[in-house]
């Protein structure tokens, strides 16, 4: 195959949809698509006995969670498939059957602006499955690093097999930490909280700085091709009404505006789109019906402490959306590791041990060395399609503080926790005592979770119960930047390292001083503005 023609790949990874859910309609202009038959549905039947076919849905927001953990999917996979709505019905016995009738439909052709318009002008991989058949966190573990380190439950409540602690001594080595040892530019870009801040690696204020809100990405996309990231992940808005993960019960077409904003930004600039792979791609299936039974697979490892990983999870939708694909519905088995098996080989990194990783198919199966002209120059969103059809269930959610939620809350937990313990002496207990002030003055009482205040994160707008979560991010992300410069300076005189990962420490520390350092000579020129600005 000729030389890869992409010199920036784009990671947008969204939560909690199957693929027959989102893109199994689109059969009716890819025969060849593995999809939705109208004509003929697939069917399950709940624990009272009625039958539910598949069925085109235009619901944008449900008020109920299907579950998804790893004991709730393989009820959903029981009898090839057909036990999705039993579980609901089960999990959810005071449901009505609109809403389980919910978990076996299907968004109609051009229902969704941003996935339907992309799906029709580029590559949809109609077999890419999760990693394992559970929840969003590890799914996501697996999409960075190859591994879950034997762990499976979601820490949420503490109610649920939770091990808080364990949970987050995610320690194995990361896409990112390969592609640092290379001198490979990433940057991770995210609205609310890292959720790839429950790995140990990503926490390391080195890393850390490589960090920024998603803000950052339309500006970065607006700049010169050779400045913009090789690798950029963004991470959606979790928590809160302005949600755009695509988490029940969050309004589907938040993610759709996030998935035309990335689209539109990169569009619009002509040299960094010519040479830009957008990847589209769903964690996990959220609990929602879908009719292929997924294969058989190979565990990453030997760490099987909650689960056997020796199969894969639901399918997911998946895009792939580039100059340098084609039109058409890519037939290859994929997992959320063949991405990696692709960054890996692209860049000639060292390998992850991950014997998943080494067994998957690279996605550089879909990529063409001819280049597409004239193709979508922009995606745009009706009025009607910004305005959530039920802004209530989304504030209820905040107001039970979802699972989800709660999950999330724990890491802001464990990482300012963890902040405390590594800032020394006087400074750690200002900072407790600072901690402590703040939930006294200006924290809403636990009995009002309505209550609005004003959010550092976005000072120009009015937070509601979950504003002190993303606050507390925001600190540390602070905190661990300013920590990062000793760390960047000791990496940058370090003449025993290679030129490349001393040049990548330089420019981190042009990433967070907004200082520009010539090519070529990043490493005597951070050397220079570290000494002058020594303290």
């Known amino acids: ?51 539910y076919l598949q069925a085109s849905t235009e619901e944008r927001q449900m008020q109920y969670d299907p579950h998804h953990e790893v004991q709730w999917v393989a009820e959903q996979l029981a009898d090839q498939n057909g036990g999705f709505v039993r579980n609901f019905s089960k999990m959810y016995p005071q449901s009505q059957s609109a809403d389980r009738q919910y978990v076996m439909g299907y968004y109609p052709v051009d229902f969704l602006p941003g996935l339907h318009a992309l799906a029709k002008e580029f590559t949809v991989c109609d077999h890419w499955f999760s990693s394992l058949p559970g929840p969003t966190w590890p ?32 320690t194995q080595d990361t896409i990112f930490d390969r592609m640092t040892d290379k001198g490979i530019h990433w940057k991770c870009y995210f609205h609310d909280i890292p959720q790839s801040w429950t790995l140990d690696h990503q926490r390391l204020p080195h890393n850390a700085a490589r960090y920024f809100y998603f803000s950052e990405f339309l500006k970065d996309a607006l700049g010169r091709e050779e400045d913009f990231p090789q690798f950029s992940f963004i991470e959606p808005d979790f928590m809160g009404v302005a949600g755009n993960d695509d988490h029940p019960p969050h309004d589907i077409m938040k993610a759709e505006k996030l998935i035309a904003d990335v689209y539109n930004a990169l ?48 399918r997911v939708s998946a895009l792939l959306v580039s100059p340098w694909v084609e039109r058409r519905i890519e037939k290859t088995q994929f997992d959320h590791t063949s991405l990696l098996k692709y960054l890996t080989d692209k860049w000639a990194l060292a390998a992850l041990p991950s014997m998943r990783i080494s067994e998957a198919n690279s996605i550089a199966a879909a990529i063409r060395a001819q280049r597409r002209d004239n193709l979508l120059v922009r995606i745009e969103l009706t009025a009607d399609q910004l305005t959530p059809p039920n802004l209530e269930l989304e504030e209820q959610a ?30 750690a207990k200002i900072c407790r005592w600072f901690g402590r002030l703040k939930s006294i003055l200006w924290r809403p009482a636990p009995i009002d979770p309505h209550a609005f205040q004003e959010s550092t994160v976005q000072p120009d707008k009015l937070g509601s119960a979950n504003a002190p979560v993303k606050d507390d991010i925001a600190q540390a992300l602070t905190t661990k930047k300013n920590q990062a410069v000793a760390i960047l300076a000791a990496l940058v005189r370090d003449a025993t390292l290679s030129e490349a990962r001393r040049r990548h420490a330089a420019q981190t520390l042009e990433l967070i001083s907004g200082r520009r350092f010539h090519a070529g000579h990043e490493v005597a020129e951070a050397d220079k503005f570290l000494h002058f600005h020594r303290r």
């Open 1 to 51: 195959m000729p030389a890869d023609p992409i010199k920036h790949v784009v990671l947008l990874a969204l939560e909690n949809h199957s693929f027959d859910q989102m893109l199994g309609s689109l059969r009716e202009l890819y025969p060849e698509l593995e999809g939705v038959t109208p004509a003929a549905p697939n069917k399950n039947i709940d624990g009272d006995g009625t039958v």
């Open 267 to 314: 569009r619009a600039n002509e040299e960094l789109w010519n040479a830009t792979l957008l990847v589209i791609v769903y964690d996990e299936h959220g609990g929602f019906y879908d009719h292929v039974v997924p294969p058989a697979a190979v565990p990453p490892d030997e760490h099987h402490e909650e689960y056997s990983f020796d199969r894969l999870g639901v």
């Open 139 to 170: 799914n996501r573990f697996m999409m960075l690093t190859g591994t879950a380190m034997g762990r499976v439950d979601m820490p949420e409540d503490g109610s649920h097999k939770a091990d808080p602690a364990g949970y987050f001594q995610q």
């Open 398 to 427: 905040i107001a039970d503080n979802s699972t989800h939620d709660k999950a999330l809350t724990r890491l802001r937990d464990y990482v300012t926790e963890e902040m405390a313990i590594a800032v020394p002496g006087l400074y």
